[in-house]
């Protein structure tokens, strides 16, 4: 926490009760809420998401991050937005940073940041539910239940699924791009004393997107419409442990896994990520403080492409160090 006056950037806070207030059922659509980014919807599963004036379904150079955990794809440095399903009520904040912050965030922070933080399972105690429909939004609902183990223990489970039908083109007809997914998760947080966090939690989804795809050919007549219904999957498992040394000097170490499958018209990719870092914050003298750390991620995946896309090689792995 500092003063909005000495943030060393343009940033924005959408808070739970601004997202609440807003009757979202969308990631982009709460993103709309923070100034100078651009959200735009072009059909029933595909956003744009930009900073600083560039917007495209297939707009890189932004960081993006869950709970501290990288949503951005590599294929193309962007991110599938429609994967992206946080259960919206334990949303606890979204933290928008504006600008070239590459070089305090990381890799792809050249246009901007997106943090989006979950509420401690302390906070989200108790049951919940929620349902809704609508004539775009066919169905969107979800239970969630938290619950105490021992003294300094707490945990919260969660289910959701949505199911959108399609859009309408100018022209009256509809747009082949209705689609559904279904995803569940857990937090746990352990508190055991008084500066000292240990947090577990992971996601698992599933579902089916539609789409009509243009098709170039090598025979005549060299191109055909082709209607595809096209899964996507994954999951992912996120650890981090948090302690204060003292009021001037915390570390923190986080590691997580993340699985990615996603078909397309042309192309089918499956991706795995681990990534592991570490950090220590400490005073220096009255009015600075010094931040270093390192990390590892290697990432591997592999693209099976068809006649229009074909990517060389297959499969990779991509190893990557830092120090800061």
């Not at 440095?77 to 992206?84: E, K, Y």
């Not at 509809?174 to 998760?185: A, L």
Request: aromatic share 10%.
């Amino acid at each position: 926490e500092e003063r909005l006056s000495k943030a060393a950037a343009a940033i924005y806070v959408i808070t739970h009760e601004d997202v609440k207030r807003s009757g979202v059922t969308t990631l982009p659509d709460a993103l709309r809420l923070a100034p100078g980014l651009t959200v735009a919807q072009l059909d029933s599963h595909n956003w744009a998401v930009g900073s600083r004036g560039f917007a495209d379904v297939f707009a890189n150079k932004l960081l993006v991050l869950i709970d501290g955990r990288t949503v951005y794809t590599p294929l193309f440095s962007g991110v599938f937005w429609d994967q992206q399903n946080v259960f919206l009520e334990d949303l606890d904040r979204i933290e928008v940073v504006r600008g070239p912050g590459a070089t305090l965030w990381g890799a792809n922070a050249v246009n901007g940041v997106i943090n989006i933080i979950t509420k401690n399972a302390k906070e989200t105690q108790g049951n919940y539910a929620m349902a809704g429909m609508g004539n775009q939004l066919d169905f969107y609902g979800g239970v969630r239940t938290g619950f105490q183990i021992g003294e300094d223990t707490f945990v919260r489970v969660y289910v959701k699924g949505e199911d959108r039908d399609h859009s309408d083109l100018s022209s009256g007809q509809e747009n082949f791009d209705q689609w559904h997914i279904v995803q569940s998760g857990f937090r746990m947080d352990w508190l055991p004393d008084t500066g000292t966090e240990f947090t577990l939690q992971g996601d698992l989804y599933v579902g089916e997107v539609n789409e009509i795809s243009n098709f170039a050919t090598p025979t005549p007549p060299f191109s055909r419409v082709k209607r595809s219904s096209h899964q996507m999957d994954g999951g992912n498992i996120l650890a981090r442990w948090t302690r204060d040394l003292s009021d001037r000097s915390s570390v923190q170490i986080q590691t997580y896994f993340d699985r990615v499958g996603r078909e397309a018209a042309d192309f089918r990719e499956t991706r795995h990520t681990f990534d592991l870092e570490a950090q220590h914050r400490l005073a220096l003298g009255e009015r600075h403080q010094v931040i270093y750390g390192g990390g590892v991620r290697v990432i591997h995946d592999e693209i099976l492409g068809e006649f229009i896309n074909e990517f060389q090689p297959g499969q990779r792995t991509l190893d990557q160090q830092n120090l800061f």
